[in-house]
């Protein structure tokens, strides 16, 4: 499991981004991105996702993530990705 920071705002978002490929590499077949501890954040959090999930697929792995705060689903929402940010199986 890929476990995202308290806060992820624009000026963490690229600092997290950097380790992300080998993060989902060292993954096993499916990456889940835990976002249940992500209290301070803005839209970078969903470009944060969308790199987790396009990095995830090029590897050939599922992704989904786990505990999205209601907050970020509604923005996933407005920007119209919400589909691409699938919820976790439990």
Same mark, same amino acid.
């Given at each position: 499991m890929l476990t995202l920071p308290p806060v992820l705002t624009h000026a963490e978002a690229a @600092?997290?981004? $950097? @380790?992300?490929?080998? /993060?989902?590499?060292?993954?096993? =077949?499916g990456v889940v991105a835990d976002a249940g501890a992500l209290k301070?954040? +803005?839209? %970078? =959090?969903?470009a944060v996702l969308l790199e987790c999930r396009r990095e /995830?697929? =090029?590897a @050939?792995? +599922?992704? %989904?993530? /786990?505990?999205?705060?209601?907050?970020? $689903?509604?923005?996933?929402?407005?920007?119209g990705v919400a589909e691409?940010?699938?919820? /976790?199986?439990a």
């Amino acid at each position: 499991m890929l476990t995202l920071p308290p806060v992820l705002t624009h000026a963490e978002a690229a @600092g997290f981004a $950097r @380790g992300l490929k080998q /993060a989902v590499l060292s993954q096993p =077949a499916g990456v889940v991105a835990d976002a249940g501890a992500l209290k301070e954040f +803005d839209s %970078s =959090a969903l470009a944060v996702l969308l790199e987790c999930r396009r990095e /995830a697929l =090029a590897a @050939g792995k +599922d992704f %989904s993530v /786990a505990g999205l705060p209601p907050r970020l $689903r509604q923005l996933a929402g407005l920007y119209g990705v919400a589909e691409l940010i699938p919820a /976790a199986q439990a």
